[in-house]
């Protein structure tokens, strides 16, 4: 009984214990799965849960036809792990550090710019000091020392396969990739430049700015949760977040022509040696810029060659007193709106005017002539003469529907609208300067858009450097943006002021250097004094301007020189030549016809210099004339005052002398 | 009425026959070791699902590396490409090997029809037929695009 009785208190206290066992491990469990929870989910979950962040590739820049103008190289980052490299030396500290010399002497043998003082010290570096959240300094593990980055793929590839063969610790390869500009300076002024910070790209300038939102990819992600080996695991639960690439930009720019004007602008830059120079070639129907280059240069691979004088964009940013390059733009606008006819004679003052009280004169002494020879002589005064005539609104009206004062509409930032004064705040001496490209600053895509609303018959069109974007399927095409009414409203205007500008390349007129075999090609030269610190300087601006065939024309074509040092200052000299070789192998390139054949072109221009043979035998016979009739009534002045004297003389004399003398005197 | 109620209906198994309760203790055995059989089954078969699953996985990832790979060497081919292509590479061999080459002279080309029936110089292919999108301008100087 007793037994029994001790065997059942025995078995009550089993009971309990088993009881108050059970009690527990659910009291455990109340509080790990219920009461807690959350936290401990959570716990679980940032342990066993990685979120690895993707990033897509920027977008890449070609020309029009596909050709890659900045891309993507792929590069590999080289990194340590100090701490890890300490601890697989089994924490020996002599161990790790001869580890870490030898690592550092393999990076800076095969790596550019990687000193092995620099890496070894920073390798060495097991913990680093930080803050926490409540303000206190605390000692971390160091698992991050950066070794080598930007390495070329090749090379890292290569460096991965020796690091596995040796056996180094710690020593890990992620893949990251640069910007590169296959083509070196080509058109580097307008693409401009990215830098890296951050794992960043930060545009700098150029397109790669302007366009940075669209070229920028978007990050995505991905959380799943990981094995041991760190690999996801596939049976469980993932998200992600897509990655998108950024839009490539697709140019207005054809390789080619812009190869071309490059090489044609270096030869000008090597004859007339000039301080800058750019040129800018753009389909006047489209406002398609075809090429546009430009001296000083930089190689956007190569940052040593940069300069604030070689990066600079000159052609959206630089706003100029543009000279001569003007007078067809009022020239025209007289024409259209009938203040003048091509034949109507303006007096050119000989080269010398005086207009509100200060003057004016032309390189050139030019007399009486018609307007057509204003343009081709580039008469200041005549030019000033006609704008005179207009008046001062309607010059305004005639620059403004240019579109100078205004911006072109290129995709380019940042762009100048050019200094151009409203009405109200001319002066008496604005209406005879700025019809001659004075007291005016434009840039010089303001002028090759208004050259084109020339050439396509007063259409006024925005310049378009960007083509199209493209990602993936995702294309978008940038629109044509062109006024469907022309600002002429006569529609021979278009081909009375082409006809003036073609007698510039003709015999007789101020470029004849930018004459091409079998077409038509209207010009303009423009020299403008340099302004320097408000006030004109002897330097120049050399230019010459113009569109090829003249009658349907292709492209037009803006050449600059910025104080040529070497020959000729005048736009026709120093930049007509290079007019000319960039328009002959621009034409060649697009497969132009000529206009006409060798025979006939040479005939005509042997026609064009017989009429100025016998215009200038003519002119010179007028001016002989009038030299003669003006010498013949100076001697007969002179004879009569000579008589008039002697005979003052002889009457005093027969006073005082014989009359044998008087008679001598008559004779 | 299944089999053990059928089995355990006191009305109908007959009473003090020792043969039988052992008959339905071991079909009772036999059904629960066939149902142990089944679950190891599909257990076993989870396993090596789940097993193939990852061998599929990390042969996924393996070729995903390897693609990426690929990619990369294309990708710095065409860059070693297009540096190779540049009118300053191309005219410096010209020069180097002394190549009789030049311009064609625009009577030498003739036009050729496309299938449309438009007649373009080969710099103005892709020109005319597009459709432009008129808001992307705007987007893209506002910087809208993404």
Redesign the interface.
């Known amino acids: 009984m007793t037994l029994f009785r001790s065997m059942a208190i025995r078995m009550a206290l089993v009971y309990i214990l088993l009881i108050c066992g059970f009690g527990y491990v659910a009291r455990v469990l109340y509080d790990v799965q219920i009461a807690r929870h959350g936290e401990l989910f959570e716990k679980a979950q940032h342990t066993y849960t990685t979120r690895i962040e993707t990033h897509g590739t920027r977008g890449e820049i070609f020309d029009f036809g596909g050709s890659l103008l900045v891309g993507n190289i792929p590069t590999m980052d080289i990194v340590g792990d100090p701490a890890n490299i300490f601890i697989l030396n089994g924490k020996d500290k002599d161990k790790t550090e001869t580890e870490c010399r030898l690592i550092a002497d393999f990076f800076e043998k095969y790596c550019e710019n990687v000193s092995s003082d620099e890496v070894f010290r920073r390798l060495s570096r097991r913990t680093f000091t930080t803050t926490d959240a409540n303000g206190e300094k605390v000692e971390r593990d160091c698992h991050y020392a950066v070794i080598a980055t930007g390495v070329k793929y090749e090379t890292a590839k290569m460096l991965r396969d020796k690091v596995k063969e040796l056996s180094f610790h710690g020593v890990s390869f992620t893949s990251s990739y640069r910007r590169n500009y296959p083509k070196d300076t080509m058109l580097s002024n307008i693409l401009g430049l990215t830098n890296f910070s951050a794992d960043k790209f930060v545009p700098v300038q150029g397109i790669e700015r302007s366009l940075n939102a669209a070229m920028t990819a978007t990050s995505g992600s991905m959380v799943y949760e990981r094995a041991r080996n760190g690999r996801p695991v596939t049976f469980t639960n993932s998200s992600s977040e897509p990655t998108l690439d950024g839009y490539d930009i697709y140019l207005t720019i054809r390789e080619p022509l812009q190869a071309i004007v490059e090489e044609e602008l270096d030869h000008m830059c090597e004859r007339v040696k000039p301080h800058a120079a750019w040129a800018i070639l753009v389909d006047p129907k489209t406002g398609d810029v075809l090429a546009a280059a430009q001296r000083p240069t930089f190689n956007p691979n190569d940052r040593a060659t940069m300069t604030p004088e070689s990066s600079a964009n000159r052609l959206s940013e630089l706003a100029i007193e543009p000279g001569s390059i003007m007078k067809p733009f009022v020239v025209s606008y007289a024409l259209d709106r009938g203040f003048v006819t091509p034949n109507s004679i303006v007096d050119c003052e000989q080269g010398v005017w005086k207009y509100a009280g200060r003057l004016l004169h032309d390189t050139h002494n030019v007399g009486k002539v018609s307007v057509t020879e204003v343009i081709k002589q580039s008469s200041n005064i005549g030019t000033a003469k006609i704008s005179v005539m207009m008046g001062a609104k309607n010059l305004d009206n005639a620059l403004r529907s240019f579109g100078f004062g205004q911006k072109t509409g290129i995709q380019l930032k940042p762009e100048t609208s050019g200094i151009f004064r409203p009405l109200e705040k001319w002066d008496s001496l604005s209406v005879s300067r700025f019809c001659i490209g004075q007291g005016i600053a434009v840039s010089p895509l303001q002028l090759a858009r208004a050259y084109c609303m020339i050439a396509n018959g007063g259409y006024k069109v925005d310049l378009r450097i960007v083509d199209r974007i493209e990602r993936g399927d995702d294309i978008r095409v940038m629109p044509v943006v062109r006024e469907t009414k022309s600002i002429f409203t006569n529609p021979t205007t278009k081909k009375m002021i082409t006809d003036m500008m073609i007698g510039v390349t003709e015999a007789g007129g101020t470029c004849t250097e930018a004459a091409i075999e079998g077409f038509h090609v209207a010009g303009k030269t423009g020299t403008a004094q340099k302004v320097i610190n408000g006030a004109y300087s002897n330097r120049y601006y050399a230019s010459f301007v113009g569109f090829v065939p003249a009658e349907d024309p292709k492209f037009v074509l803006l050449v600059t020189c910025d104080d040529p040092t070497v020959g000729s200052r005048y736009g026709g000299s120093a930049s007509g030549p290079t007019f000319k070789a960039i328009a002959e192998r621009a034409l060649k390139y697009m497969y132009v016809q000529p206009q006409m054949s060798r025979e006939e072109w040479l005939a005509e221009r042997s026609a064009a210099q017989k009429a100025l043979h016998e215009r200038k035998v003519r002119e010179d016979a007028l001016v002989q004339a009038r030299r003669e009739a003006r010498d013949r009534q100076l001697k007969e002045q002179q004879a009569k005052e000579s008589a008039k004297k002697t005979g003052t003389t002889v009457a005093s004399r027969r006073t005082t002398s014989s009359p044998s003398k008087s008679t001598t005197i008559r004779r | 009425m299944n089999q053990f109620t059928k089995k355990t209906n006191p009305a109908e198994a007959e009473p003090g026959t020792e043969p039988q309760k052992t008959h339905w203790v071991a079909g009772l055995i036999v059904k629960m070791a066939m149902m142990m059989f089944v679950i190891f089954i599909a257990f076993c078969a989870r396993v090596h699902l789940?097993d193939k699953?990852?061998q599929?996985?990390?042969e996924k990832?393996r070729i995903l590396e390897e693609i990426?790979e690929k990619r990369?060497?294309i990708?710095?081919l065409?860059?070693k490409r297009?540096?190779l292509?540049?009118?300053?590479n191309i005219?410096k061999k010209i020069n180097q090997y002394n190549l009789a080459l030049r311009?064609?002279?625009?009577?030498q080309?003739r036009?050729m029809k496309r299938f449309e029936g438009q007649v373009a110089?080969?710099?103005q292919y892709?020109?005319d037929t597009?459709?432009?999108?008129?808001s992307?301008?705007a987007a893209?100087?506002s910087?809208?695009?993404?």
Do not use: H, K, M
């Open positions: 789940n699953t990852e599929l996985a990390r990832a990426r990369t060497e990708q710095t065409v860059a297009e540096s292509r540049s009118w300053d005219n311009a064609v002279n625009p009577s080309v036009y110089a080969p710099s892709g020109g597009r459709v432009a999108d008129t992307a301008g893209l100087t910087g809208g695009i993404q």
